[in-house]
């Protein structure tokens, strides 16, 4: 049975990987963080199979004693401070779990290693906010870096580690650079689920307004559930490489707006939007659309969801989500 260590298992894509890994025979372990972690309890929950093993990627020796535990074959590095926004706020320790924690899970797979034979193979979180200003469209695995927030900036250090230690130490780890990924697990404060959580809760009366920044942000947008499958695939190669992850379509903060609405037969959404600059970013990415080409010709990856069915996922989840609260 193959053995697979998650860090961010609490996470969108860490919930997805589990269910994804278990399905192929994997055991499973997660690294989850704090003494008393809340989401715990659903994680038990939703998912028995999954092996939690305490950890913090600040801390270098949880690290190693976690991956001497669960002597992992894969180790998926999905772990952050994810939100853009937090990022601006608490740009240190962003830089110390986003970045350095990349750093230090590097460092305590070099130091348990793992069998000779079958050395552990590192999957990286690498992420398109790397490309923040833009050099060139759409974005391909060559495309210059140039971040435009604390988190972009953790990421591109994360990125040239994973590279700089597979060249210096012969690693088998991979980045993937994944474009914004979506699903009815996505955490209430990323925009997406933001709207299609507020659009159930004004259908059901709970709500009366959706507060927005930029509605004119446009973001390469695709399913968690598609991309996860791509993270796996990238550590099933014979050689470690890195890989741009993405759609290829792009959408507007409106368009997802207008979709999300238009689920609950709700036409004059106008009506239900606010604009507030607090929520607008200091510093805004360009547009972000991704070329994913060598993932689909090497890898044989495709999305799966479009965007209107991912909107339309979303919002029938959360309708859900929403009236069984109030029944
Ligand atoms: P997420 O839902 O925000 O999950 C982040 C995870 O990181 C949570 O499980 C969190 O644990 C964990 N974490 C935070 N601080 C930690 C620490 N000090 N030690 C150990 N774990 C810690 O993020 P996601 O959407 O699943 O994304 C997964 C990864 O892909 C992240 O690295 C993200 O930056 C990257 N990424 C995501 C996207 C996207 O569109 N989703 C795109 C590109 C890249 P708690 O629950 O305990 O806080």
Known sequence: MPRAFITGITGQDGQHLAEFLHAKGYEVFGLVKGQNNPRMVQMRDEFPYVEPVPGDLADLPSLVKALEFAQPDEVYNLGAIS???????????????????VLRMLEAIRMVGGAKNNPIRLYQASSSEMFGKVRETPQTELTPFHPRSPYGCAKVFGHDIVVNYRESYDLFACSGILFNHEGPRR???FVTRKVTNSVARIKLGLQQEIVLGNLDSKRDWGYAGDYVKAMWLMLQQDQPDDYVVATGQTNSIEDLVALA?????????????????????????????????????????KPEVD???LIKMMVAHDLRFEGDKIR
Request: charged residues 25%; negative net charge.
């Open 83 to 101: 939100f853009v926004a937090v990022s601006f706020n608490q740009a240190e320790l962003t830089a110390n779990i986003t970045g350095l924690g």
């Open 261 to 301: 609405f238009a689920e609950v037969g709700i036409e004059n959404w106008r009506d239900y939007v606010r604009q507030d600059p607090k929520f607008f970013r200091p510093a805004e990415v360009d547009l972000l659309i991704g070329d994913s080409s060598k993932a689909r010709i090497q890898l044989g990856w």
């Open 307 to 309: 965007f209107a069915s």
């Open 187 to 189: 955490g209430l404060e």
